[in-house]
């Protein structure tokens, strides 16, 4: 059963967190005024199915299986995003999301610093986090960084030191061991 909150009629805000969801096809029927959504904490491969939510602001997907963001290319109204603990890579599928503003990425498997160039026109996003993330070990992290996403308010350099220590981390669902630890 979906847990609805504010105005359930309408499907406001939708949690379906920790329900061991694998696929998200049919799962949203008529709720097309779903304005935040949480499905975090699911064995979810893929986010398909979640484009038919138009309205959609807010988004969590943190600790899922999820590796491409592809689906929610079109969902223009996407104010936030929460996606920490998950198998993001490519952050290509965001460039076109005009009205981001935050932006939470942590402890994924970006490694390549040129996807920070697809968050370039993102001009309200104001938050950004990318600890623990592959990326923050290059040592042109930082200058790209500033030079693509120049627009953030937020981005505090101290986080981004924070994200250069590299810290063991698991499969919430295996627990295999996806990165080991060191100190760069």
């Not at 009205?99 to 996807?115: E, P």
């Not at 996403?149 to 590299?166: D, E, H, P, T």
């Amino acid at each position: 059963m979906m847990k609805t909150s504010k105005r359930a009629d309408e499907g406001t805000e939708l949690d379906l967190s920790g329900r061991n969801l694998v696929n998200l096809q049919q799962q949203f029927g008529k709720l097309v005024f779903t304005f935040r959504l949480s499905i975090s904490d699911n064995p979810l491969f893929s986010l398909e199915g979640i484009q038919v939510l138009t309205n959609l602001t807010h988004l969590n997907v943190s600790r899922t299986l999820i590796s491409d963001f592809a689906p929610i290319q079109l969902l223009f109204q996407m104010k936030s995003i929460t996606a920490q603990n998950c198998q993001i890579s490519d952050l290509q599928h965001l460039q076109n999301l005009s009205n981001l503003t935050h932006l939470y990425l942590d402890n994924k498997r970006i490694a390549d610093s040129q996807q920070l160039l697809f968050l370039k026109n993102l001009k309200r996003l104001e938050l950004f986090w990318i600890m623990n993330n592959l990326i923050c070990c290059e040592t042109n992290f930082e200058a790209v960084l500033k030079e693509n996403c120049s627009q953030v308010k937020n981005l505090n350099k101290k986080v981004v030191k924070v994200a250069k220590l590299f810290f063991p981390i698991y499969d919430r669902y295996s627990d295999n061991l996806l990165y080991p630890q060191r100190e760069i």
